[in-house]
């Protein structure tokens, strides 16, 4: 019994110590045991695996297919906030003449203006070169009225031929301008 007894209490035996074992590990299993924190790069963990590099490569196509959808998409109409509505804009050609596109919403909540609106259009006029004096630009001035409806649409024909614009919209108390070209032949209508 007393045999049996030494056995149980005697330490176990390890054939292989720690260090030794650590001495034939990698590199980065002796830092990992060193206690010296590994921080890996974000380009190691971007693309540390196949499944991250295809999770990589389709954020970014995603990303690309965005800006081209948001750049493309609509007709290239310009927007703008006047007296709380929603103004987006379009000059396109139809047949021989210019029609810029007035498309008016309201907001969901709040308020809103109502009432007239008077639009002057003006072409951009070259600049004159030195010691000459430029002509005066020619504007072509309309009045619509803003009801009390979720959403308008007003249709302008313009005396002018050309591609860019100066726009300016004028409330009692407010006036806006924005520079507008003239949608090229992909939106023409007849």
């Known amino acids: 019994m007393n045999d049996s007894e030494d056995n149980v209490q005697k330490d176990p035996v390890f054939y292989y110590s720690r260090e030794r074992r650590l ?10 045991n060193d206690g010296v924190p590994i921080r890996p790069s974000l380009s190691k963990t971007l693309f540390a695996t196949r499944g991250h590099k295809l999770i990589f490569a389709t954020i970014i196509l995603f990303c690309i297919t965005f800006g081209f959808t948001s750049r493309f998409s609509g007709r290239g109409e310009v927007g703008l906030k006047l007296g709380g509505n929603s103004i987006a804009m379009i000059i396109v050609p139809v047949e021989e003449t210019l029609v810029m596109e007035i498309a008016k919403k309201v907001p969901k909540s709040g308020e809103f203006y109502i009432g007239a609106v008077d639009i002057a259009v003006s072409p951009v006029m070259p600049k004159p070169r030195e010691g000459e004096q430029g002509e005066a630009p020619r504007v072509f001035s309309h009045r619509i009225i803003f009801n009390a409806v979720e959403s308008e649409n007003y249709n302008l024909s313009l005396p002018f031929d ?13 006036h806006k301008s924005i520079r507008l070209k003239v949608r090229d032949g992909g939106n023409k209508r007849k």
């Open 23 to 32: 001495s034939r590990a990698s590199p980065r299993v002796q830092q990992m």
């Open 162 to 174: 050309g591609t860019d614009y100066f726009v300016v919209f004028s409330t009692g108390d407010e």
